[in-house]
């Protein structure tokens, strides 16, 4: 016998409004990512995988169950199902739940309704009686209420790809986590390009083209390095190593931003949260630099990103640009003082006063919202 693997939908999606648009929006994804493919067949009523056991996906999401194949020997289902699954993931967040039978884990579902949910997929349901549909609360779910996620994927004008706030998301909430496409550490453009077209080559097709997809901000020779060089993030402060991501690479910049990411090195995925409260249909924003006055990070930008920032710290009044610069200033000389050994061991007492005007000076540079900086100053202080 062969090994299983795919995802359960948990619980399943139901006939709601706010379920349907969601299912929908995932299999025009779907299509789109996968319409030059050979083994990707869309049917009258579901898209059809054939690869493995043909898994398949219903136009009608209440439907779907279970998304798996058989994964073992030489079938190429594993890639579908891994693509298939972080689509999935990326749209219905928590709800998407994986298994693979050679970790001894076996889905939520039974196989026995699994194979019915499977064979309704040819028949479209009945349209429900007008008399029930008018007795039905008109009421859509709210979209908090539900395992959906907190954000989407979007064209901003003026920036490309980004991802917007789909509800309020309160301060300290994990936004999501996100394994890396590719990995790489610091190699000449010529021995990194070697080195990505093999990883990219070990990649299923459809993330070889999320990876294509990706900003490259240095056009011309060694295409593969410089789009990683464009969308890199450390894993980790500091770290040599870096990695791109499908979606965490639409985070967009701001010098104020609203989120924090975090690289795990055990679980070895990036995670990001927030860092203040986002409103509904707010941009989210991590920080591309490490701070600076207004024109040290200009210069950062246009050097690194081929990009001026427009954020509301950079498009500001002049007067206030200075004023900003002046705290900026302030919040690199007291980091510099904290971290002086000999005055820690000499004057405790200064250095413990530095922490606190860092403080200070960091909540009103970023609005009462530093985050990981704040979190920098307790370490140094304790």
Known sequence: MGIDAGFDMVPCLSTSKVDKQSWAKFINFVKDNYKDDVHVEIKPNYILFKVGEHPSLPFEGHKLLRFSSEVSGSSQAQGYIDTVGRFARTH???????????????????????????????????????????????????????????????????????????????????????????????????????????????????????????????????????????????????????????????????????????????????????????????????????????????????????FDCNCRACSCQPSLIKESDVRRRSIQSLDEAIGDPYCLMSRPAESLKNCQSLLQVLKDEYEGYAGVLNARVYYDAF
């Open 92 to 306: 219905f967040g928590s709800r998407v739940q994986y298994w693979h039978e050679a970790s001894d884990s076996y889905g939520k579902y039974g196989w026995a309704e699994v194979h019915e949910s499977i064979k309704s997929y040819e028949k479209v349901d009945e349209p429900e009686d007008s008399a029930i549909i008018e007795s039905l609360p008109k009421a859509d779910i709210p979209v908090s209420d539900t395992d959906m996620p907190i954000f989407e994927v979007k064209d901003i004008p003026g920036k490309g790809r980004g991802l917007l706030a789909r509800v309020e998301i309160p301060m300290g909430t994990q936004i999501f986590c996100e394994q890396p496409l590719l990995t790489g550490r610091p190699l000449h453009p010529r021995e990194m390009e070697t080195y990505l077209a093999a990883g990219l080559k070990a990649l299923p097709k459809q993330e070889q083209r999320l990876f294509l997809s990706l900003q490259n901000n240095y056009p011309g020779k060694f295409p593969f390095s410089h789009t990683f060089k464009t969308n890199a993030l450390p894993c980790g402060p500091d770290s040599p190593i870096g990695a791109v991501y499908p979606t965490i690479c639409f985070i967009n910049h701001s010098c104020i931003p609203n989120v924090h990411h975090s690289w795990d090195t055990k679980a070895k995925h990036e995670t990001i949260y927030a860092i203040r409260p986002i409103a509904a249909g707010e941009e989210i924003t991590i920080m591309y630099d490490s701070g600076g006055p207004f024109d040290m990070r200009r210069a950062f930008l246009r050097e690194s990103f081929s």
